[in-house]
Structures are given as structure tokens and as C-alpha cells.
């Protein structure tokens, strides 16, 4: 049975070395039947979280706050897959996504005990080093305290300009991981 996925792409370059990666990501999802929405929060209006407790009272605008996240929530809540993608900065994922994955918050706020839809989820992620340790640690968090269960992690480091992911080995790692979603 085909499934939803949703991209959370957390970089500024559309053709940069995380997009590469989701872009193969993609392509194999695709090909295995399903079903995948990528949103390039870089190009988006999305606030940060103002941690008002004040959403989860209308699901068609589940967050108090008007921007972009709107063209999100509704994507996010028939996603089966959630992809966090994002190059590595300062030893972490990128603002952009981190201001986005905040701001999913506000769907659990429609649960009365506050619980977050259950999905699965990857990691994909572009580095200058390989100093992922900090993301991971985040990542795992997620999936712990939140309940999603990880379907894998790409992670590749040892690349700076756009088209340094080319020949590498987690190119195709990110193909054969959308690819075995089914």
C-alpha cells in the first residue's frame, strides 16, 4: 500500500548537497509507489514557536500564528513518513527545520493528552565534517519521547559545495531508502 511522505528540507540551496540526497530519496520513493511532498522551508514564511499553548483549536489552523506552516499541517497530518532533511550547521540541523518541527506542535495540542500523530520517520543530512553526534542525539530524542519509530538515517559528511555529493556511496544509501518504503 502506498504511503504519504512529507520532506521537512531544512536547507537555503535548492540544488545544494541535502536536496541531492532527498532528490534520491525521493526518486526511489517514488518508484516504490508512493506518495512524496517536499517542502523547502529555506523559501517559506515559518515563525518560531511562541510556546503559547494556544493552538489545537481549529485543525484547519492548528497553530495561533498565520504563515506558511498552514501549507504544512495539512500534508503533515496524512503523512504516514516524516523525512527530516538538513545540512549540518554549527553542529546541529538547521534553524529552518528546527522552527519547523517546533511548529508541529501544534497538531498535538489538538489531542487532549497532548500526543503527537504517530509516524515514521528518517534523518537525512549534509555536512562539511562528520560531526552528526548532536543531531542524532535530537533525532533519537524524537523518536523516543515522541513515539515515531526511525525507518533509517542518512548522513553524509565531507561535503561543502553543491555537487559534492556526486559518486558518493549515500547518494544511493538514500535511494534504497525511500526505495523500501512500501
Known amino acids: 500500500m502506498a504511503k504519504n511522505i512529507v520532506i521537512l528540507n531544512g536547507s537555503p540551496r535548492a540544488k545544494g548537497n541535502t536536496s541531492a540526497l532527498t532528490a534520491e530519496f525521493r526518486r526511489g520513493a517514488e518508484e516504490a509507489g508512493n506518495k512524496v511532498t517536499e517542502f523547502h522551508l529555506s523559501g517559506m514564511k515559518i515563525n518560531g514557536c511562541l510556546g503559547c499553548w494556544g493552538g489545537g483549536k481549529d485543525m484547519d489552523h492548528p497553530c495561533t500564528q498565520r504563515d506558511d506552516m498552514d501549507k504544512i499541517y495539512p500534508e503533515y497530518r496524512d503523512a504516514d513518513v516524516v523525512v527530516l532533511a538538513s545540512p ?95
Open 88 to 182: 549540518l550547521y554549527y553542529w546541529f540541523i538547521s534553524g529552518f527545520l528546527k522552527n519547523a518541527f517546533d511548529r508541529l506542535f501544534a497538531i498535538a495540542e489538538n489531542d487532549p493528552n497532548y500526543a503527537n500523530p504517530k509516524k515514521e520517520t528518517a534523518l537525512i543530512m549534509a555536512a562539511e565534517g562528520n560531526g552528526f553526534e548532536e543531531s542524532e542525539f535530537w533525532y533519537d530524542g524524537i523518536c523516543k519521547h515522541i513515539g515515531w519509530k526511525s525507518i533509517g538515517k542518512v548522513l553524509c559528511g565531507w561535503v561543502t559545495q553543491p555537487g559534492d555529493t556526486a559518486g558518493k556511496k549515500e547518494l544511493e544509501d538514500a535511494y534504497n531508502l525511500g526505495r523500501s518504503i512500501k
